[in-house]
């Protein structure tokens, strides 16, 4: 293959540039690259590269090997064109700006993308594009950061992104989409790869009619305001994450996930009414007083969400318009039923108590969240008159070394939560009385435990 | 000469790779300087102000 060794230093990179060499640090003269000569920029010295504005650029390889290379320019028309692969050197700087859908890496065969940590933060797609009935495989070898990403393919053939297991984090707001996927297009995530979309108003977005595949295990995350059409994909792998504080994501299609999660809160998931949207893993959880809120994309009109066994078990969330269906049991605890929901068993949200075991007389009308005992002394607890007529959140006692705990006279109309024992040694424990007219969790109790009978039928069975 | 790395920050988990050449021996030190300077190159991107649209 020839190539095109960039000599002078700083200058513009068009169709008349003078700056092209058939040799390293050769004579300039030569031809500026073709689809078929790698652009190599091999000088030492610190230099800037202006992509010219109405050029028409090509390049097999595009390589930095040394030198602090910075390409910079904005185009307002024209192209350019890798048909090869891309690898930077450290400190490389590409700040220009090319209008969307003209910065093409396209071809066919495995190519590779090495940044060194050159992040493209001008606003330019990177455009995968298979031109080839053999297909377009691109495969990162270490992290991308850019503007946004396109797959396209012609017309035959297929284009495929392998993130490789690693971060490609892409800006754009609301146009171009920062993540697009057009017809026989792959987005490999490898073993734990990441995209991560940052834009305020930023869309994810799959063509409409198109055939795409997911494949590899990773994650969408959205750290803004963002929007997911998926077209009613199977997104094979995914996990899509809400990942900023106060952010939206609104969800269009009946896609298939491997998981939905959040990674801050409070935070809003917005669905298209009228979808259903599958996963296997549910894990959305807010905190107290940060709920985590499920809502239709038309108040008063369902969406469903599906998963086909098991058991979600989430907190603080504050649910509206939702459908809980597939035959898994959805329960959603200290949470907020907004109205129209069906399939989910929401309990309320609980407060908190503070027990001081010197003042017995406690008594909630609201909700109560978790109860804590905690040290190693001796407690005991008896005719507390602890009545609630909400929920009642985890009971927990901490036991230390021969330690007498009683408990009694707990009550509650609303749900229990679990009652957990942990016994050290030579302590004695009597839990009596605790009843409730709603259900009740499981009560890990094992040993030196008695339980009083007074109990209503809706409690579940204790283990002992 | 490659090296795999991640971090686990506020805005996601950054996972990426030092890509060395074989015939360079770099302490570790060195190696972790690197790597850091990654992570803060990402989140000062990461962490800005999204672009104007265009």
Not at chain 1, 222 to 249: A, C, D, R
């Amino acid at each position: 293959m020839p190539n095109r060794y960039w000599v002078g230093g700083s200058g513009t990179w068009d169709s008349s540039s003078t700056h092209w060499s058939t040799s390293s640090g050769g004579a300039s003269g030569a031809t500026p690259p073709s689809s078929v000569d790698s652009a190599i920029f091999d000088q030492a010295g610190t230099y800037t590269v202006t992509l010219g504005a109405t050029a028409a650029l090509a390049c097999l390889d595009w390589t930095v090997s040394a030198g602090t290379v910075t390409f910079a320019g904005t185009m307002t028309s024209g192209n350019f064109y890798i048909y090869g692969s891309i690898d930077l050197k450290a400190g490389t700087v590409c700040s220009f700006s090319i209008p969307s859908t003209q910065f093409l890496i396209r071809g066919s065969g495995s190519r590779t993308i090495k940044t060194n940590g050159t992040a493209f933060t001008g606003t330019t797609t990177l455009r995968f594009y298979c031109t080839s009935s053999t297909g377009l495989t691109f495969t990162l070898l270490d992290a991308l950061t850019c503007y946004a990403v396109d797959l396209y393919t012609l017309s035959t053939g297929s284009t495929e992104l392998n993130l490789n297991g690693f971060t490609l984090t892409t800006s754009a707001v609301s146009s171009p989409s920062a993540f697009y996927m057009n017809n026989n297009t792959t987005l490999n995530f490898g073993t734990g790869g990441i995209l991560l979309i940052t834009g305020n108003g930023a869309t994810f977005n799959v063509a409409p009619g198109a055939s795409i595949t997911t494949t590899g295990t990773g994650t969408i995350r959205f750290n803004n305001n963002s929007t997911f059409y998926g077209q009613s994909k199977v997104f094979t792998g995914v996990t899509l994450s809400n990942g900023g504080s106060g952010t939206n994501i609104s969800i269009n299609g009946s896609n298939t996930f491997n998981g939905i999660e959040n990674a801050a809160q409070p935070c809003l998931f917005t669905f298209y009414p009228g979808t259903t949207t599958t996963i296997t893993n549910f894990n959305v959880n807010g905190t107290a007083g940060n709920l985590v809120t499920l809502r239709s994309g038309s108040p008063g009109t369902q969406f469903s969400i599906a998963k086909a066994s098991g058991t979600v078990t989430a907190n603080y969330l504050s649910i509206k318009d939702s459908a809980a269906t597939g035959g898994a049991s959805w329960n959603a605890n200290n949470s907020t039923d907004a109205g129209n929901n069906s399939g989910w068993t929401i309990n309320g949200v609980g407060g908190s108590v503070t027990l001081v075991l010197t003042n017995t007389n406690l008594s909630a009308t609201g909700a109560v969240g978790n109860i804590t005992i905690a040290g190693d002394q001796t407690i005991f607890v008896s005719n507390t008159g602890l009545g609630m007529t909400g929920a009642v959140g985890n009971v927990s006692l901490f036991i230390g070394t021969g330690v007498i705990v009683g408990l009694s006279g707990v009550s509650s109309t609303g749900r229990v939560g679990s009652v957990t024992t942990i016994i050290i040694q030579n302590a004695s424990v009597t839990l009596t009385g605790l009843y409730a007219t709603g259900v009740v969790s499981n009560t890990p109790l094992n040993i030196w435990i008695s339980v009083n009978t007074n109990q209503t039928a809706n409690w579940i069975p204790i283990a002992t | 000469m490659v090296i795999r790395f991640s971090y686990e920050t506020e805005y996601g988990k950054f996972i990426d790779a030092l890509n060395l050449p074989d015939n360079v021996v770099y302490t570790n030190t060195e190696i972790e300087a690197m790597q850091q300077a990654r992570l803060d190159a990402w989140l000062a991107i990461v962490s800005a102000p999204p672009p104007e649209e265009v």
